[in-house]
């Protein structure tokens, strides 16, 4: 026992949410102690409260379910990781509130570009309301381990392969478009003006500029993608040279349709950048990941993968000042566009096929 009747004994019980704990002292536990803990005002509290609230059965899921509610996107995040794969009805029911999802044919094709598969998949995203009936949409990515790099085909800047494993983050259903740019920047630098199109002629330091004001009007921490996280979610779980398969077509992508990489045909070269939206997502949800405009990504440029992070984190170390883009562009050859195609440019590099799109853990 404490000598002043005023400290906590060994096994007093402490309300969940104050900055200290006291020195011998026990967090509330039980059901009772989870709801304590999930009315604290730190967020790291009331996250760790969701960690053991599954313990407790209904009462507890309830109280996740109750959590997709929180002011912090930090918690309602945390609350759908946990309850993402949940069977049960109410919670379904609930996340399709809070994460709706949307429906869509995912589209394979074999190396002389003919369709071999199309199967109906769908996604789950949150709509980030931008003002003036701007909204920007961020589809939830399942955490997962793939192969990144290819083998050597033309570069060797994607070597060697290594495994990477990748947690759960959100990423935009399409490139920033221009409207989204307007709304948050006050400017539209692009050169095919279109409020559905690709904003482009942004530089690395453009589109970071853009996450920072992004970040301060929404609350949210919104960045851009690490190069692996970029290409995890470009593959969707495939591992051919495209999402699509062994080529792609202009019927699937906005490049330079002149110069196939396959045995497909020549087709056509639009000379400028489409819609976004306007051909089929991979299995993920996610839009024009081939083609239409090149995409910045965080990381420092190495020319190869030698000493590359496996946590899907940005590679911020060495290489050198130069930043990577990802996924080619409308003026692009084919073989530019795959998955796995790297370049490095200056900061303040910009062109009429620069763009990019934002991430959100």
């Not at 996604?123 to 003002?131: H, K, S, Y």
């Not at 950048?273 to 990381?299: K, Q, R």
């Amino acid at each position: 026992m404490a000598d002043n009747e005023n400290q906590p004994r060994e096994y007093d019980a402490v309300l969940g949410g104050k900055s200290e704990i006291p020195l011998y002292a026990a967090v509330l536990g039980g059901i009772l102690g989870v709801k304590t803990r999930l009315a604290s005002p730190i967020v790291e509290v009331r996250i760790a409260a969701l960690k053991d609230a599954l313990k407790y059965g209904e009462a507890g899921l309830d109280l996740m379910i109750e959590a997709w509610r929180d002011e912090s996107m930090q918690v309602k995040l945390t609350a759908f990781s946990l309850l993402r794969y949940r069977n049960e009805q109410k919670v379904k029911q609930n996340l399709d509130k809070f994460l709706p999802s949307f429906n869509f044919d995912v589209i394979t094709v074999n190396a002389k570009g003919e369709e071999i598969s199309r199967r109906p998949h769908s996604a789950r995203f949150f709509p980030e309301d931008l003002g003036d009936g701007v909204v920007l949409e961020m589809v939830s990515i399942p955490s997962g381990t793939f192969q990144m790099g290819e083998e050597p085909d033309q570069y060797d800047q994607a070597q060697p392969i290594h495994q990477v494993t990748v947690k759960s983050f959100f990423m935009g259903k399409y490139p920033i478009t221009q409207e989204q740019w307007q709304g948050v920047m006050g400017n539209n630098p692009s050169d095919f003006k279109g409020a559905k199109r690709p904003v482009e002629n942004v530089s690395w330091q453009d589109a970071m500029e853009f996450c920072a004001k992004l970040s301060q009007k929404t609350g949210k921490n919104y960045r851009l993608p690490s190069e692996a996280e970029w290409e995890y979610a470009c593959r969707a779980g495939t591992t051919t040279r495209f999402h699509f398969g062994e080529t792609i077509t202009p019927d699937l992508v906005n490049y330079d349709g002149r110069c196939p990489y396959a045995s497909e045909p020549k087709g056509l070269f639009r000379q400028e950048i489409t819609l976004v939206g306007s051909f089929p997502p991979n299995a993920f949800g996610l839009y024009d990941m081939h083609g239409n405009v090149w995409e910045w990504c965080s990381d420092r440029w190495h020319d190869n993968y030698n000493g590359a992070p496996c946590d899907g984190s940005s590679w911020e170390t060495g290489g050198s000042d130069d930043r990577v883009q990802r996924g080619g562009s409308w003026d692009d050859y084919a073989v530019n566009c795959r998955c796995a195609v790297r370049y490095g440019y200056a900061l303040g590099f910009r062109d009429g096929d620069c763009g990019f799109r934002v991430a959100a853990s």
